[in-house]
């Protein structure tokens, strides 16, 4: 018997968004406990009972997400940009978080290895210690009491900040004269990139049918001029101003980067950093 701490020394793995491990052609197994099944249809903006009868079905005891009955896919993996992204990230269940520190991937070298020949993100990138492998492989409960409404409020408590900065920055923050132009990202040669607990703070406020997919380059929620999701809207809609000083945004940019950080953190959700048209269009199905 090899030992379990053949991994002593740590192992290498960073997502490299492939979608492989939420894909056929082998048919499988996403379990959903109780609670994220809750999570999940709060984030959906939709009833629990409507979200069993769309997306999961029973196995014994048990519940587990559908798989597309061609691919064996994911129902909520879809294509975007041309990259496969997961339809609902920020609560996706503890099986998907804590992979690949699998049990089964971590029997042995060899069960490392043949993980690593489905999953281009195994052997490359962060390194994580045992300790972290261990608590990734024991974790069964990645949400708290509340947890939902907790994030939510920490990433109010940011954008909160992020104004109060502006306004205590006189002339540095600039003055914004609603022209709209930075709402249109490709004439102005402009992306805006967005963190996953900003997602899902938005999702929230906003419901999956409320969000609009982004076709030809500019903000879909930039209407006749006007924002209509200001009160929401992400932290580089609130830093950026085409008058402003670029040092003073870009410093802001980065205090607030690594708030967001350690609300991942907390939550233990992967933090990345993703184009918005991207995000809109894969809720949106574009």
């Known amino acids: ?105 971590l029997a042995n070298p060899d069960g490392w290895d043949r993980a690593a020949r489905r999953c281009g993100g195994i052997n490359r990138g962060k390194g994580h210690n045992f300790e972290e492998i261990e608590k990734i492989r024991k974790q069964k409960k990645w949400w708290g009491q509340d947890g939902q409404q907790i994030l939510l409020q920490k990433v109010a408590e940011i954008y909160n900040w992020i104004d109060l900065q502006i306004r205590q920055s006189g002339d540095l923050a600039g003055r914004c004269n609603i022209c709209g132009k930075c709402c249109d990202f490709a004439k102005f040669d402009h992306r805006l990139f967005v963190t996953p607990p900003e997602v899902m703070y938005f999702t929230s406020n906003q419901g999956t049918g409320g969000i609009k997919p982004m076709t030809d380059g500019r903000c879909p929620y930039n209407v006749g001029g006007k924002c209509t999701i200001y009160e929401n809207r992400f932290a580089g809609c609130r830093i950026f101003c085409c008058s402003g000083d670029k040092i003073f945004q870009s410093e802001l940019a980065e205090s607030a980067l690594k708030k967001f950080k350690l609300i991942c953190d907390d939550f233990q959700i992967e933090y990345r950093y993703a184009d918005l048209a991207g995000v809109l269009n894969s809720f949106a199905g574009g």
């Open 1 to 105: 018997m090899v030992k379990k701490n053949w991994y002593a020394a740590g192992l290498h793995f960073e997502c490299v968004q492939c979608g492989n491990c939420c894909s056929g052609p082998a048919e499988g197994y996403i379990w959903v406990t109780r609670p994220e099944i809750e999570l999940i249809a709060d984030f959906l903006k939709m009833p629990v009972k409507q979200l069993r009868q769309k997306y999961l079905k029973r196995s014994g005891l048990c519940a587990t997400i559908l798989e597309q009955k061609n691919s064996k896919d994911c129902v909520f993996l879809q294509k975007a940009n041309q990259q496969r992204t997961c339809m609902i990230y920020p609560v996706r269940p503890n099986q998907c978080r804590t992979w690949p520190f699998w049990p089964e991937n």
